[in-house]
């Protein structure tokens, strides 16, 4: 089992629409959690980190649910511009290493 | 914010040749820095963590010997990929940690293609 595994999609959305990404991690003892952004042949851009009590970010909200060990991230009033490879990442423990997710294509069109 | 830089941006050599990328942090002091490499359409994939002064620690499967680390100051960490092949053609990316509100920054990645 991977330890962060998340659906590639892509998901394809039209301009506006609302769209929601999951996650899952297998390591109950991990610590931090974050979604970056990456977009074709860039380096991943943090947009945003995960807390325990869900947190949202303009357009984004991301929550965390550490019995089920899943991660989401919720783009409402999706962009063209949001259209990029989102990937989940975790810090499974103390040390300073990131797991990260295979990622999950968002496609948003006109 | 934190600055890492990261040259060069792509290669292109000769299979059987080494390659050299450069990852400098700008302003601020970089302890610990992480090389990842990511293949088309999968996740980045940690190869190896570095300390400054101090030998790189690789993850499994990881060839050290192919892979050379170097973190010789607390600006500058170097990777050499050494008798290159086809199949170590990727995307390769460093991240240092900073320190200071999240913690990791990226550079801009390397794109490797080695003929």
């Known amino acids: 089992r991977k330890e962060v595994e998340q659906d590639p999609g892509p998901f394809n959305v039209p301009e506006g629409a609302t769209v929601a990404f999951n996650c899952t991690y297998s390591n109950s003892a991990s610590q931090s959690f974050f979604w970056y952004r990456q977009d074709c042949r860039k380096e991943p851009k943090l947009l945003m980190s995960v807390y325990s009590s869900g947190n949202e970010d303009g357009r984004f909200t991301a929550q965390l649910n550490r019995a089920s060990q899943y991660i989401s991230l919720l783009i409402r009033d999706s962009k063209l511009s949001d259209s990029a490879t989102y990937l989940c990442?975790?810090?499974?423990?103390?040390?300073?290493?990131?797991?990260f997710g295979g990622g999950t294509r968002l496609m948003v069109k006109p | 914010g934190a600055v890492v830089s990261q040259h060069p941006s792509r290669v292109i050599c000769k299979s059987g040749t080494s390659v050299k990328i450069e990852c400098r942090s700008l302003d601020f002091q970089a302890t610990t820095m992480f090389w990842y490499r990511q293949f088309p359409k999968q996740s980045l994939m940690l190869m190896a963590t570095?300390?400054?002064?101090?030998?790189?620690?690789?993850e499994q499967g990881v060839e050290k010997d192919k892979f050379l680390i170097n973190h010789a100051s607390l600006t500058l960490s170097t990777l050499t990929v050494t008798s290159a092949h086809p199949e170590d053609s990727s995307f390769y990316i460093c991240?240092?940690?900073?320190?200071?509100?999240?913690?990791?920054?990226f550079g801009s990645g390397t794109r490797l293609t080695v003929v």
């Open positions: 990442v975790v810090n499974p423990n103390a040390g300073n290493m990131l797991t």
């Open positions: 991240s240092a940690l900073t320190g200071t509100g999240h913690g990791y920054t």
């Open positions: 570095s300390n400054e002064g101090s030998k790189a620690t690789y």
